[in-house]
């Protein structure tokens, strides 16, 4: 029998993705996934650090698993982006881990674990391939039987002044558009509903070859790539995250032309300041970002817009905080996902004096979550009485008599299961509107 490698993930859905192809390596290399850490002879945290706690869980968990263990000392990994910040500082820092894992090794961890089952005490890897990235996952293999995510993107050139991820994840590579196309089409041939086109910044796609970009000529190379996915008929296409200052109107056409191009659009704005847009070098102002979102709104299909706010920036005063509700009340979003500032080591913006104190970041936070709660909580009744279409993906969190699942707009939908399938697209019609999902009734399986 082959070791049992426990494999953990926290951070984004880059994270995610990487976790499944991870899995998929071990798997093929003759590993067996286990569900338990208390047992494993290989644990592995697949990490992020975007903000400092989620930066410091790696260390919580490492010592909580230790605590549990039943057997012998397993081989510790971590991997992900604190893997490739902190490098070998983590041996010495953190003496049960042996093992780490870069963001661009993924595809090397089973001889890396080999390595470290064998005795080998600091087995590290932060090497990028030379040839590239091998990204392919097989449908066969993946977690979920409906929903895919399919990476079309890795990386970030644009350095906006407070963030990690240029740092921990390298420049921006594409993958090929062919490459892209043929895994949506197997993915289809296999049964998949939805997929999500993913990226740190989806809109920033650009890759080496026109190859598989048939088309279209003239637009960009992430709407040429969205179009060329729609024609696959994958039934469901979703994409996130859309970077603001990159989201050309041709993608709002796509979506409007194509159907199955799902009408949900991810557009982080972080700030409704001018000022503290530039202090960030986001590469938009706020009336910039409000013509982009002045374009979604004119759309013949209503899109749901989400969104990511960072409150408490260096030097962020109450005046810039205003121009973010104001914002924040002029667009009207169906989520928002709102951060206080974490200043990151290394990055432009941790040389400047993070002078919002706590408790004011606090109560921007809170102030900032109550309005986005009682207008979406508008938008949500908005929905009452209509009829969508929910992909369902697993029974309801909160009650095993009810199903839940996605809308096309990205909206949780609960309702009482009876005959609904895992994996079936049913229409429901909303009856009841939650704060952060909707409930309602089957009218009919398609
Ligand atoms: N590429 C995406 C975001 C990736 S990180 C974009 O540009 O929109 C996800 C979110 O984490 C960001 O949108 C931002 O809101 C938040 N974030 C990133 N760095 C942060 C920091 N240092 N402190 C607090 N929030 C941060
Ligand atoms: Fe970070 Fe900005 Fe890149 Fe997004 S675009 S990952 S916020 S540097
Ligand atoms: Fe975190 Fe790395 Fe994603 S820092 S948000 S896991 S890219």
Same mark, same amino acid.
Request: charged share 30%.
């Given at each position: 029998?082959?070791?049992?490698?426990?494999?953990?993930?926290?951070?984004?859905?880059?994270?995610?993705?990487?976790?499944?192809?991870?899995?998929?390596?071990?798997?093929?290399?003759?590993?067996?996934?286990?569900?338990?850490?208390?047992?494993?002879?290989?644990?592995?945290?697949?990490?992020? %650090?975007?903000?400092?706690?989620?930066?410091?869980?790696?260390?919580?968990?490492?010592?909580? *698993?230790?605590?549990?263990?039943?057997?012998?000392?397993?081989?510790?990994?971590?991997?992900?982006?604190?893997?490739?910040?902190?490098?070998?500082?983590?041996?010495?820092?953190?003496?049960?881990?042996?093992?780490?894992?870069?963001?661009?090794?993924?595809?090397?961890?089973?001889?890396?674990?080999?390595?470290?089952?064998?005795?080998?005490?600091?087995?590290?890897?932060?090497?990028?391939?030379?040839?590239?990235?091998?990204?392919?996952?097989?449908?066969?293999?993946?977690? %979920?039987?409906?929903?895919a995510?399919v990476?079309i993107?890795?990386?970030?050139?644009?350095?906006?002044?407070?963030?990690?991820?240029?740092?921990?994840?390298?420049?921006?590579?594409?993958?090929?558009a062919s490459?892209i196309v043929a895994e949506i089409r197997?993915l289809r041939?296999?049964?998949?509903?939805e997929i999500h086109l993913?990226?740190?910044?989806v809109?920033?796609y650009?890759?080496?070859?026109?190859?598989g970009l048939?088309?279209?000529?003239?637009?960009?190379?992430f709407c040429r790539l969205l179009r060329a996915a729609a024609a696959t008929g994958m039934e469901r296409i979703k994409f996130?995250?859309?970077?603001?200052?990159?989201?050309?109107?041709?993608?709002?056409?796509a979506i =409007?032309?194509h159907?199955n191009l799902c009408?949900?659009?991810?557009?982080?704005?972080?700030?409704?300041? =001018?000022? *503290?847009?530039?202090?960030?070098?986001?590469?938009?102002?706020?009336?910039?970002?409000?013509?982009?979102?002045?374009?979604?709104?004119?759309?013949?299909?209503?899109?749901?817009?989400?969104?990511?706010?960072?409150?408490?920036?260096?030097?962020?005063?109450?005046?810039?905080?205003?121009?973010?509700?104001?914002?924040?009340?002029?667009?009207?979003?169906?989520?928002?996902?709102?951060?206080?500032?974490?200043?990151?080591?290394?990055?432009?913006?941790?040389?400047? =004096?993070?002078?919002? %104190?706590?408790?004011?970041?606090?109560?921007?936070?809170?102030?900032?979550?109550?309005?986005?709660?009682?207008?979406?909580?508008?938008?949500?009744?908005?929905?009452?009485?209509?009829?969508?279409?929910?992909?369902?993906?697993?029974?309801?969190?909160?009650?095993?008599? =009810?199903?839940?699942?996605?809308?096309?707009?990205?909206? *949780?939908?609960?309702?009482?299961?009876?005959?609904?399938?895992?994996?079936?697209?049913?229409?429901?019609?909303?009856?009841?509107?939650?704060?952060?999902?909707?409930?309602?009734?089957?009218?009919?399986?398609?």
């Open positions: 029998m082959g070791s049992t490698v426990y494999l953990e993930t926290i951070g984004c859905q880059m994270n995610v993705a990487d976790s499944e192809r991870a899995d998929v390596r071990l798997r093929a290399a003759g590993f067996d996934l286990s569900q338990s850490p208390e047992t494993a002879d290989v644990i592995i945290f697949n990490t992020c %650090s975007v903000r400092e706690r989620a930066a410091n869980k790696v260390f919580t968990r490492i010592g909580e *698993v230790r605590r549990q263990r039943l057997g012998r000392e397993p081989v510790v990994g971590v991997m992900g982006c604190v893997a490739q910040l902190e490098g070998k500082t983590l041996f010495d820092n953190s003496p049960s881990v042996n093992l780490i894992v870069g963001t661009r090794a993924t595809d090397r961890l089973p001889e890396l674990v080999n390595r470290a089952l064998e005795g080998e005490r600091r087995v590290i890897d932060l090497d990028e391939r030379a040839d590239g990235e091998k990204w392919d996952v097989p449908a066969t293999a993946r977690t %979920s039987k409906y929903v995510f990476p993107i890795e990386g970030c050139n644009k350095f906006c002044t407070y963030c990690i991820v240029p740092f921990s994840r390298g420049r921006e590579k594409s993958r090929a490459d197997e041939d296999h049964g998949y509903r993913i990226g740190q910044n809109n920033s650009r890759p080496g070859t026109e190859a048939e088309g279209f000529k003239g637009a960009t190379a996130t995250t859309s970077f603001p200052r990159d989201f050309h109107p041709d993608i709002v056409a =409007d032309e159907e009408e949900w659009v991810h557009l982080p704005v972080q700030s409704g300041s =001018d000022r *503290v847009l530039r202090a960030m070098r986001r590469g938009h102002t706020a009336s910039d970002y409000m013509a982009r979102i002045a374009a979604i709104k004119k759309a013949r299909r209503r899109m749901a817009i989400t969104s990511d706010i960072i409150v408490g920036f260096p030097g962020e005063t109450e005046a810039d905080f205003r121009e973010t509700l104001k914002l924040v009340g002029q667009v009207g979003y169906d989520a928002l996902f709102i951060f206080k500032y974490s200043e990151r080591p290394g990055t432009p913006a941790a040389r400047l =004096d993070d002078d919002v %104190s706590r408790s004011e970041k606090t109560a921007r936070f809170l102030e900032l979550e109550e309005m986005q709660q009682q207008l979406q909580q508008k938008t949500y009744e908005s929905y009452l009485g209509r009829v969508i279409k929910v992909l369902v993906e697993r029974t309801s969190l909160k009650s095993d008599q =009810d199903m839940s699942g996605h809308s096309t707009c990205h909206k *949780v939908v609960n309702f009482p299961g009876g005959s609904a399938a895992l994996g079936e697209v049913v229409s429901v019609r909303v009856t009841e509107a939650k704060p952060n999902s909707l409930y309602g009734q089957v009218t009919q399986a398609i």
